[in-house]
């Protein structure tokens, strides 16, 4: 059936809004569109056919849980839980990617992460429960490193694989030093040094010292420690409201997300549809905190690509000769706090903790 609220028409909405009371009645227009846990669990367990009692066979989950998430809007603690309901449902992997992303805000499936790599394998397969994929890794965990293939690579040949010789196989021939989502962790490191210049010396400043700078809440500091080190990404919100922290833009939000493998900001995200919107109208009131960002950034970046980016954004706005709003805006993240207090109070609960 065809969506008759694609994302992609409810975003370009969003970015048309003209004020925030027109962001305001798109929110309430679409009520019924934004993505809703309890809506979505009913509607798999509906197209299942499965009792209470047959998806708590097969997921491990309680039957006190599933009717908890059905009735009352919770919704599952941890990653592990959605993927249980991945197997038990029996999705494929771009089924539980979208699982994963949109409703539990964690990384899709990543290939080159052992357990990950299980899944992947025995869900393409079918037919298979949690258990099998916390056996299957239990088997090649003794040297509990990254796969070393590309993650495209490693994906491509996790499809191709038949057997669980040929998967313990593939898994004993790839070990790799590395963590992975090298490319989420270099745009990291440029985006914390281009922030982290000590003003005296030019200097770029340690991450600790940054974040007291940028007051920026300690907890962040453990996200960042374990993802530069271990390459583990963090929740779909924190990373948000880290990168707004740092300074980023819808362009540099939808690429951070990306390189964590996921979504870009979603329109049928109340939150996320707010923050396209709310976004949207500080870059064209305030560019000079884009292009604050991105002067910052072009003297930090690593990569020729993310400079070409920067210099691209400076010559548009330049050539353009943007004129900010008279009033004064500090950051985004401090613009946001406020907006997302007004427009979706309860929703935004999580995200205005870590803002």
């Known amino acids: 059936m065809t969506d008759p609220f694609p994302t992609v028409r409810l975003r370009d909405e969003a970015e048309r809004s003209e004020d925030l009371d027109d962001l305001s009645a798109l929110l309430a227009r679409y009520e019924?569109?934004?993505t809703n846990w309890r809506r979505e669990f009913s509607r798999l367990l509906d197209e299942s056919g499965l009792s209470y009692a047959k998806l708590s066979e097969r997921s491990g989950l309680s039957r006190n849980t599933l009717r908890r998430w059905c009735h009352s809007g919770a919704a599952p603690r941890c990653r592990s839980e959605y993927l249980r309901l991945a197997f038990a449902f029996g999705m494929t992997p771009a089924e539980t990617d979208a699982l994963l992303t949109r409703y539990g805000g964690y990384p899709g499936l990543y290939p080159r992460d052992r357990f990950d790599a299980a899944c992947l394998f025995l869900l393409q397969k079918g037919g298979s429960r949690y258990e099998d994929a916390e056996a299957l890794y239990a088997l090649c965990a003794q040297d509990d490193q990254p796969i070393a293939e590309k993650t495209t690579c490693a994906a491509a040949k996790l499809r191709a694989i038949a057997t669980q010789d040929e998967f313990l196989a593939f898994v004993r021939q790839s070990g790799a030093p590395a963590g992975g989502h090298a490319d989420l962790r270099a745009f990291l490191e440029s985006q914390l040094r281009s922030c982290g210049l000590d003003p005296v010396t030019g200097t770029s400043l340690p991450v600790h010292a940054l974040f007291c700078?940028?007051?920026?809440?300690s907890r962040f500091e453990k996200d960042i420690s374990l993802l530069l080190t271990r390459g583990i990404v963090p929740r779909r919100e924190r990373l948000i409201a880290l990168g707004l922290r740092l300074g980023l833009m819808t362009d540099g939000l939808d690429r951070l997300l990306s390189l964590a493998d996921m979504e870009p900001l979603c329109a049928k995200n109340r939150v996320e549809c707010m923050l396209i919107g709310a976004l949207q109208q500080l870059e064209l009131l305030h560019p000079e905190l884009a292009l604050d960002s991105a002067?910052?950034?072009?003297?930090?970046?690593t990569s020729p690509a993310l400079s070409d980016q920067c210099r691209a954004l400076?010559?548009?706005?330049a050539a353009r000769e943007y004129r900010s709003a008279p009033d004064e805006v500090d950051s985004a993240a401090g613009y946001l706090r406020g907006v997302l207090a007004d427009l979706v109070p309860e929703e935004a609960d999580e995200l205005l903790g870590f803002l």
């Open 314 to 317: 400076l010559s548009t706005c």
């Open 213 to 217: 700078m940028e007051h920026i809440p």
């Open 32 to 34: 019924q569109v934004y």
């Open 295 to 301: 002067a910052k950034l072009l003297n930090a970046a």
